[in-house]
């Protein structure tokens, strides 16, 4: 297939040149001019733009992956995705531990096909809670040693790194010794270090010293370190943006690998469990939290935390229900709005809301400044992530970033907003993930590369996902070539699934 007369960015950050790309097989085959050149189906690209295939560098879309439903990825193509790395957190937020077993995980993904290619990390928080539990304790030496063969076993399974969540419970329990322990098996096989770092506001440590964290696992394992989903989170650490740019930069300008990513959205979405509940009183698991959430003494005490986590939050007008599996009803619902029909107080709401959901209820959480979010945005180690998860079309209210991130970060920042140059935002999310996660022949469009394309009409460009009704795909994408082949042709999506598990040690895995 020849690709004509497109705009064409190589994904390196430079402007695009007019030329002819040439597609055989898996691989681009020449880029240039070729008119003279034969092929079984020429694309007119004359006026639309001609990029690498996006990665994702931070999605919680694994677990839709793994289920044949929801395997041919429709939501991300459309948003011109090609690859995507999943376990991100730690494992964050997630009740089970089966993300620990990378090659297991692999096999799932093969057995019924995926649409897009799929890099895996290792979940420090699942590791550790299959070898210790959800306990708040130091790990022994013997501890330790059973997550380093756990983690020596993902990376030999193909897996591209270690991620943490030590914000959620069990990662929050491990002190960063540990980390940077498991960091040094990571480094044998030259992968890197993500992390949901400890405190994106000032719940524990505070944002800065949970940054420091990541580069002292970085520069301690001697790996690269990358600061996931970055952000100030919240009223008290609003127009931080600075501090942290310059504690990555100081890093970097002393020889250590930072990088940082980031969702182009001024809300988050997490557990309000996570959010609301103070540590102590989620030690043990969820059932041990439901029996904290009935117990008079121990609401006594977590009531105050509640509160301050609250305004941590920005009050409970800035909190809207993203699942709420009692009562669907409540889904969009702000928890302002929720506590004023019941008559009681935001924090007794929470209580109550948790022990109707047996604490598990998914939250979008409105709580960062538009100016802390641009500043972090042309920074040149800052790349887009959607941290989106793939849903069934129509349940629950999600984040909207689970089917607009990439089309938003092109059509309102550098389209409509003009604060990131084009060439950058596509770079943000082709050539710069893949060489910070060292992928093979990806994330550029040169010849010999894969063929992972995304071709998009930037008129047409935009996310239609909003907060109140986020359950529409994105628009724009005219083809999308995945190892070759077409899985979105003239803006329709075909299940094809020619998504590869992706494999930092050779080979990608091919389903057979
Ligand atoms: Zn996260």
Do not use: C
Request: proline residues 4%; hydrophobic residues 40%; charged residues 25%.
């Amino acid at each position: 297939m020849i690709i004509e007369n497109g705009f064409v960015f190589d994904g390196t950050g430079a402007p695009w040149t007019k030329t002819d790309v040439a597609v055989k097989g898996d691989r681009i085959k020449a880029i240039g001019n070729l008119k003279d050149m034969s092929a079984e189906r020429r694309i007119d690209a004359t006026g639309l733009y001609v990029s690498p295939g996006f990665i994702d560098p931070h999605t919680h879309a694994g677990d839709g992956l793994v289920k044949a439903e929801l395997g041919g990825a429709e939501p991300l193509l459309a948003q011109g995705l090609t690859t995507v790395v999943v376990n991100p957190d730690g494992g964050g937020g997630s009740a089970g531990t089966d993300t620990v077993n990378i090659a297991d995980q692999r096999q799932k993904l093969l057995s019924h096909g995926v649409g897009v290619n799929v890099a895996q990390l290792v979940p420090h928080g699942m590791v550790r809670r299959l070898v210790m539990g959800d306990v708040d304790e130091h790990a022994s030496e013997e501890q330790l040693d059973k997550m380093r063969e756990l983690v020596r076993k993902g990376m030999q399974d193909g897996a591209f790194g270690l991620s943490s969540g030590l914000f959620y419970v069990p990662g929050s329990f491990a002190d960063i010794s540990e980390i940077v322990e498991l960091g040094k098996v990571v480094g044998e096989f030259g992968g890197l270090y993500t992390s949901h770092i400890r405190d994106e506001s000032d719940y524990s440590i505070g944002l800065i010293p949970s940054v420091d964290e990541v580069i002292k696992v970085a520069r301690e394992a001697k790996i690269p370190g990358v600061v996931t989903h970055v952000k100030a989170l919240g009223p008290r650490v609003w127009g931080f943006s600075e501090a942290v740019t310059q504690r990555i930069e100081q890093a970097r300008a002393d020889g250590v690998e930072m990088w940082a990513d980031q969702y182009p959205y001024e809300a988050s979405k997490t557990g309000l469990s996570s959010a609301l509940i103070p540590r102590w009183a989620m030690a043990g698991g969820t059932s041990k939290m439901l029996e904290n959430l009935k117990d008079t003494a121990a609401l006594d005490k977590m009531r105050p935390e509640i509160e301050t986590n609250l305004e941590r939050r920005g009050g409970a007008e800035r909190i809207q229900l993203a699942n709420f599996s009692p009562d669907t009803s409540l889904e969009g619902k702000l928890l302002s709005e929720i506590s004023e029909s019941r008559g009681k107080s935001p924090v007794d709401t929470t209580i109550e809301l948790l022990i109707e959901a047996k604490g598990q209820i998914g939250i979008v959480s409105f709580n960062m400044l538009t100016s802390d979010v641009v500043s972090f945005m042309n920074k040149p180690w800052r790349m887009t992530s959607s941290d989106g998860d793939l849903v069934p079309m129509g349940e629950g209210v999600p984040h909207p970033r689970v089917y607009g991130t990439f089309p938003r970060m092109i059509a309102k920042y550098s389209r409509d907003d003009n604060l990131v140059p084009l060439a950058t935002a596509i770079h943000s999310m082709t050539g710069l993930p893949a060489t910070v996660h060292r992928m093979k022949d990806r994330g550029f469009l040169m010849t010999n590369m894969y063929a992972d394309i995304t071709i998009f009409d930037l008129k047409e460009v935009k996310d239609m996902a909003t907060f109140t009704e986020p359950h529409q795909l994105a628009k724009g994408m005219k083809y999308v070539f995945v190892n070759g082949k077409l899985a979105v042709d003239e803006a329709n999506y075909k299940d094809i699934r020619k998504g590869r598990v992706l494999n930092r040690n050779g080979e990608d895995f091919v389903r057979e």
